[in-house]
Nanobody, 124 residues
Framework: QVQLVESGGGLVQAGESLRLSCAASGGTFSRYNIGWFRQAPGKEREYVAAVRWSGSSTDYADSVKGRFAISRDNAKNTVYLQMSSLKPEDTAVYYC?????????????????WGQGTQVTVSS
């Protein structure tokens, strides 16, 4: 099974950018669809974006469309989430997750493997 480790979080000001990474080990990375989710204090876990195992398709939540970009490098076993024009409401712990479904899924309970999360804080 695959293990996931997120990195790249931090404290930025509104309007700035961050790139998160999700590094995988212990499995055949190219078999897995990867999704990013986030959870702010007191709120439910929220879907952010996902990329299919082949990289052939991506999907975004409306709240981040046009600002965030997901990509993957199967040679490096890594998925990236480039976040631009960050807003204070993007503040959350960001998690990457994996599954082997045929299509991209947008609900957290359709993912089987999770990383430990990385904190993103956007100040106004």
């Amino acid at each position: 099974q695959v293990q996931l480790v997120e990195s790249g979080g931090g404290l930025v000001q509104a309007g700035e950018s961050l790139r998160l990474s999700c590094a995988a080990s212990g499995g055949t990375f190219s078999r897995y669809n990867i999704g990013w989710f986030r959870q702010a204090p007191g709120k439910e876990r929220e879907y952010v974006a996902a990329v299919r195992w082949s990289g052939s398709s991506t999907d975004y939540a409306d709240s981040v469309k046009g600002r965030f970009a997901i990509s993957r490098d199967n040679a490096k076993n890594t998925v990236y989430l480039q976040m631009s024009s960050l807003k204070p409401e993007d503040t959350a712990v960001y998690y990457c997750a994996a599954n082997t479904k045929f299509t991209i899924r947008t609900t957290w309970n359709e993912y089987d493997y999770w990383g430990q999360g990385t904190q993103v804080t956007v100040s106004s």
